[in-house]
């Protein structure tokens, strides 16, 4: 049963606008930012929704590590392709400019791609081909990130979590949404369990003498100083599968960085060589596929809805009570959260309270 406060979507909406908006984030895309980052509360993913805006965005922009004006480039376009720049702006915002030209393009030609470097941490990759899902097509969608994740059989962080997201349209009240790191595990959950005051469960991090870790302040630290390591879906070693994780984020990585020229791997830490904090340059890619090129959007929706109707439809397990299809338990959270508004934890209320006061802002929040 949920003992947080709820804070109303609307106040919640209306007061991180007007935070990025004083931390120099213009009106428009501070608005975006806001919308990527609740979207994620409201689906429940909230590793990264509001217990992520002030420790990856604001404090970035007050590090110097984030511009907070995106000044996005074009490098190369044609008519189903687009290489940008997003000059280590806001990458919320370069990946909204991204999908939305992306989207008109596969309206005209059934498919388009495009990537961006010199990018910062773009939220949940899911809204960005959630944006194709809702114009009827299928997103899909990758970024790279600082590393954190270990090779199979090894134990230094090379990669990051590195999601491969796929949006599908059906014919139900949601979509097929496959979003979720290409490791067991990624670091905003790490940082949303040090939050909580809450251990990571054994098994996800190995540390450099090769034992699992499970405290979850004493995790990001050894991340961060590089002796230790997330693992790869599929766990440690060869026997459970990991090297099929290893394999999935060795392609978000290439995807990432090749398509654009970017950095990668250990050249994403965010620290120069003297250790000192630097811009993060990460890349993304975007693919948008128009299904009415192919039998029709309507005959694809039924196809997917059935695929997955089937799939909850199936024997379940002793014991278990119900058998879920990706994308469906979001929606469950935002059938709950829809009306009470977003779950708000003790530290990230005594955030809001001190971003309220440094800024003068007229606000009151219900856990006052």
């Known amino acids: 049963?949920?003992?947080?406060?709820?804070?109303?979507?609307?106040?919640?909406?209306?007061?991180?606008?007007?935070?990025?908006?004083?931390?120099?984030?213009?009106?428009?895309?501070?608005?975006?930012?806001?919308?990527?980052?609740?979207?994620?509360?409201?689906?429940?993913?909230?590793?990264?929704?509001?217990?992520?805006?002030?420790?990856?965005?604001?404090?970035?922009?007050?590090?110097?590590?984030?511009?907070?004006?995106?000044?996005?480039?074009?490098?190369?376009?044609?008519?189903?392709?687009?290489?940008?720049?997003?000059?280590?702006g806001m990458g919320m915002v370069a990946s909204h400019k991204m999908m939305t030209m992306l989207i008109e393009k596969a309206r005209t030609y059934g498919i388009a791609c495009g990537a961006i470097k010199n990018s910062t941490h773009y939220g949940i990759a899911g809204y960005w081909t959630g944006m194709a899902e809702k114009a009827g097509m299928i997103g899909v969608s990758g970024t790279n990130a600082r590393p954190s994740v270990a090779p199979t059989f090894g134990v230094e962080p090379m990669m990051g979590t590195n999601p491969l997201t796929w949006t599908i349209p059906t014919d139900e009240e949601f979509p097929f949404n496959f979003d979720c790191a290409t490791s067991t595990i990624q670091n905003g959950k790490i940082e949303f369990y040090e939050r909580s005051g809450k251990d990571t469960p054994a098994g996800l991090v190995v540390s450099e003498d090769g034992n699992t870790l499970t405290d979850s302040g004493e995790i990001l630290r050894q991340i961060r100083a590089g002796h230790a390591a997330l693992l790869p879906l599929g766990g440690l070693g060869?026997?459970?599968?990991?090297?099929?994780?290893?394999?999935?984020?060795?392609?978000?990585?290439?995807?990432?960085?090749?398509?654009?020229?970017?950095?990668?791997?250990?050249?994403?830490?965010?620290?120069?060589?003297?250790?000192?904090?630097?811009?993060?340059?990460?890349?993304?890619?975007?693919?948008?596929?128009?299904?009415?090129?192919?039998?029709?959007?309507?005959?694809?929706?039924?196809?997917?809805?059935?695929?997955?109707?089937?799939?909850?439809?199936?024997?379940?397990?002793?014991?278990a009570k119900r058998i879920y299809t990706a994308g469906e338990k979001e929606h469950d959270a935002w059938m709950d959260r829809k009306d009470k508004g977003v779950p708000v934890g003790e530290s990230i209320q005594k955030e809001f309270v001190q971003l309220r006061n440094e800024l003068g802002l007229d606000y009151k929040f219900p856990w006052e």
């Open 1 to 88: 049963m949920e003992t947080r406060p709820y804070l109303d979507w609307e106040t919640a909406k209306r007061f991180m606008t007007d935070v990025f908006k004083a931390y120099g984030v213009p009106a428009e895309d501070a608005a975006i930012c806001t919308d990527v980052l609740l979207e994620s509360d409201r689906r429940g993913i909230e590793s990264h929704g509001c217990n992520r805006f002030k420790p990856i965005y604001l404090d970035r922009i007050k590090l110097g590590t984030l511009k907070p004006v995106t000044e996005i480039e074009i490098l190369k376009e044609t008519p189903t392709t687009v290489v940008m720049d997003a000059h280590d």
């Open 238 to 319: 060869e026997q459970t599968g990991g090297y099929k994780g290893y394999g999935f984020t060795t392609i978000v990585e290439i995807m990432s960085a090749a398509l654009t020229g970017s950095p990668f791997m250990k050249a994403l830490n965010g620290k120069d060589e003297n250790g000192n904090p630097e811009m993060y340059h990460l890349g993304h890619f975007f693919i948008v596929i128009n299904p009415e090129f192919f039998m029709g959007l309507d005959t694809f929706k039924k196809t997917a809805g059935d695929i997955c109707r089937a799939l909850r439809a199936s024997k379940k397990a002793p014991g």
